[in-house]
């Protein structure tokens, strides 16, 4: 007798799914959330590992180049040993390369973990997404997918302030170790009740190789690219302008063998299909904004304001605190109305919230900040769910594992290209605005003339020589005309995210409802 036929993941009891679901959720939040913990600790790890500012960014910089070649090969991983094993092993090598790292005994030892850590750990990101369609069809899918949107833009946000709040409190070595106990528990569960899919290793045969390496050089260079470019100065440097012609090769040679191998390891043929493209446009723009603020806040509050790791966590926190309590909302709306409204809310909101950071001056803190985060984190919630519910749930199953890797990917792309776009924006806009100042700081401004008068006859009551009160108001001046002009160039980046997201707002009414939009899927497919 043969055996019956395994029961689809929709129909499994609905407890069942939810707690295989939750248990995903878990690795898929700790992954995203390692994306940023250091960030606020950065200073502390280099020092404690003897390591220059330059060396100590590539604790960041390679998690990263990992995570993002990985996203992509993730569908097909997933297909080739099943999504419960690859996902127990990602959780497995996740958990074991975190211990590690909290060991690391110097810098060099610390990059090489990290890279193991961020490649294992973004391979759990998109099988969390296809999985959450099979678990959940029809309308139970907006609320999965109102968790995933909520959990990827929450974890990046959150991530200083709990790296900060670790490092104040504990030491940064926690900052890995607390990936210790759920890494574990979701290794040792997952096997257990995620059997949705069956292993195919016949699979490997017909892989795509060329592909694989052609992807890994271009992703991996572009990476480096958007990464490092900044700090020196993009095509300036021959490192950089090496990395970007290998990345520019290597990605149109990609595009074509995708576009003409019969089983590609990325599904590029999905972008023809309005609906997809759309979506990934706006996952794009999505992820340049959150990790664009991400960045951006704890570098004005460290270098503007001179906060430490606790006081930026801190005063961050509330964009995580309003996408929380927006999540409910967003629950109740979706039942009721089109998700593409809902989608302009919040692409609306965002850009409105970007927008409430130009008024920045040198003395905005916590108390300031907190209108501009909130209006962020309840932007997230409305623009990142509807997006995950519109773009793959327009998706027949058979292409989804492939689609939702690219889909993923452009979130990532997008937060390295805004990373490096904010960068470069504050680099030349403060230098711009510090020369416009100091043109002002002459004899003819009779206000700038009172001010330094009046600031060197305060310090001539600390020196007995005259020449060194000059000496000190000089140095005093120039610290507050460049700290003036940072402030200018935080404000004009900020108005520049907010065009971005002003503009995809008005190519939302092209995305269809997803019933729709996968029934014209099916047409297009036969």
């Not at 036929?5 to 295989?20: C, D, E, G, L, T």
């Not at 059997?195 to 694989?212: M, N, Q, R, S, T």
């Not at 689609?403 to 230098?431: E, H, P, Q």
Request: a neutral charge.
């Amino acid at each position: 007798m043969s055996s019956a036929a395994p029961i689809p993941p929709s129909q499994w009891p609905m407890r069942k799914r939810v707690f295989a679901f939750a248990c995903m959720c878990l690795g898929f939040f700790i992954a995203s959330l390692d994306i940023q913990i250091v960030a606020a600790s950065l200073k502390e790890v280099g020092g404690a590992l003897s390591a220059g500012q330059d060396e100590t960014a590539w604790v960041q910089t390679s998690y990263l180049i990992a995570e993002i070649i990985v996203i992509p090969l993730s569908g097909f991983l997933s297909r080739v040993m099943s999504t419960r094993w690859l996902f127990a092993f990602s959780a497995g090598g996740f958990t074991l390369t975190s211990l590690l790292c909290g060991l690391a005994w110097n810098i060099d030892s610390m990059i090489a973990f990290r890279a193991l850590q961020g490649f294992l750990g973004g391979s759990m990101i998109p099988m969390v997404f296809t999985t959450a369609f099979a678990f959940f069809p029809g309308r139970q899918a907006v609320v999965a997918a109102s968790t995933i949107g909520a959990l990827a833009s929450m974890a990046p946000t959150l991530g200083p302030t709990i790296g900060g709040w670790i490092t104040e409190h504990y030491s940064w070595h926690w900052l890995f170790f607390i990936n210790l106990l759920p890494g574990l528990f979701i290794t040792v569960v997952v096997p257990m009740v995620l059997k949705v899919d069956e292993a195919d290793w016949g699979l490997l045969k017909v892989a795509d190789y060329p592909g694989i390496a052609l992807m890994a050089t271009f992703l991996g260079s572009l990476q480096y690219v958007l990464e490092e470019g900044a700090r020196w100065n993009w095509l300036d440097d021959q490192t950089i302008a090496l990395c970007f012609w290998v990345a520019i090769g290597s990605g149109v040679a990609f595009v074509w063998r995708s576009l003409s191998y019969r089983h590609p390891v990325v599904d590029l043929r999905a972008l023809g299909q309005r609906q997809f493209a759309l979506g990934c446009l706006f996952s794009f723009v999505t992820g340049m904004g959150i990790f664009a603020a991400v960045y951006m806040t704890p570098v004005f509050l460290g270098y503007v304001r001179g906060y430490n790791a606790w006081q930026i966590g801190m005063a961050i926190f509330t964009t995580g605190l309003f996408q929380l309590l927006a999540i409910p909302l967003y629950g109740i709306a979706a039942r009721h109305i089109d998700l593409r409204w809902l989608l302009m809310l919040g692409l609306a909101l965002f850009a409105l919230s970007l927008w409430s950071y130009t008024p920045l001056t040198s003395q905005w803190g916590g108390d300031e900040l907190l209108l501009p985060q909130a209006l962020r984190g309840i932007g997230q919630q409305f623009a990142v769910a509807p997006t995950v519910t519109l773009t793959l749930g327009s998706l027949p199953p058979a292409r989804l594992r492939q689609a939702s890797g690219l889909f993923n990917l452009m979130r990532n792309l997008g937060g390295a290209i805004g990373i490096a776009l904010c960068g470069t924006l504050l680099n030349s806009r403060t230098n711009l605005h510090f020369e416009r100042l100091a043109e002002n700081l002459n004899a003819a401004r009779q206000p700038a003339m009172d001010f330094i008068s009046e600031l060197s006859t305060q310090l001539q009551t600390q020196f007995s020589d005259a020449g060194a009160a000059t000496a000190v108001t000089l140095r005093q001046l120039f610290g507050m005309t460049y700290r003036q002009a940072q402030v200018m160039s935080f404000a004009d980046t900020f108005w520049v995210l907010a065009g971005c997201f002003g503009l995809v707002l008005l190519l939302v009414p092209l995305m269809r409802q997803p019933a729709a939009a996968a029934a014209m899927a099916a047409r297009e497919a036969h």
